[in-house]
């Protein structure tokens, strides 16, 4: 009898796994557009992933980071995009010669959540982003930007509180 009840304990437990993860809001990450007349040197498929990945690292507790809609009804989905307003290229010389973290390479981004269902954008932010000091390893494939972009929107979307 009590081999059965702990057979039907763990089966029990097993069979809320999935269920918890079914609980938290999907996050569907867009390609960012740019805004007209903006140069930028870095594949925006790129910025995707590296994205996806910081999401997943720092938000994956709260939310399951997919690129395309789920096709099953039921959990709450958002769809996160936005657009790079501008870029500035760094200056290694002012860099070098003025320091403090002035000749960073810099862009301004906006990017909002909005809820599939309904469609209301339920958060909303600009930031500027900027190189990060020392520079990162991945800089030759996906450019100095690519972690503080990511990583940014990531904290906003922590500091938000929607999952």
């Avoid at 503080?148 to 999952?163: H, N, S, T, V, W």
């Amino acid at each position: 009898m009590a081999k059965r009840l702990a057979i039907l304990a763990l089966l029990l437990a097993l069979a809320a796994i999935p269920l918890s993860a079914q609980g938290k809001p999907s996050l569907v990450v867009g390609t960012f557009a740019l805004a007209d007349g903006v140069n930028w040197p870095y594949d925006m498929k790129q910025m995707q992933l590296q994205t996806i990945t910081e999401l997943k690292i720092k938000d994956g507790q709260y939310f399951e980071v997919i690129t395309e809609a789920p096709k099953e009804a039921g959990s709450k989905v958002y769809l996160l995009d936005g657009e790079v307003l501008e870029w500035h290229a760094g200056n290694r010389a002012k860099r070098l010669m003025v320091g403090a973290g002035s000749g960073r390479e810099t862009a301004k981004i906006h990017y909002r959540l909005t809820d599939a269902a309904s469609g209301q954008r339920v958060f909303e932010h600009t930031d500027t982003i900027r190189q990060a000091f020392w520079g990162n390893a991945y800089a030759n494939s996906v450019g100095q930007l690519a972690q503080p972009f990511a990583d940014k929107i990531a904290d906003r979307l922590k500091e938000a509180k929607l999952g």
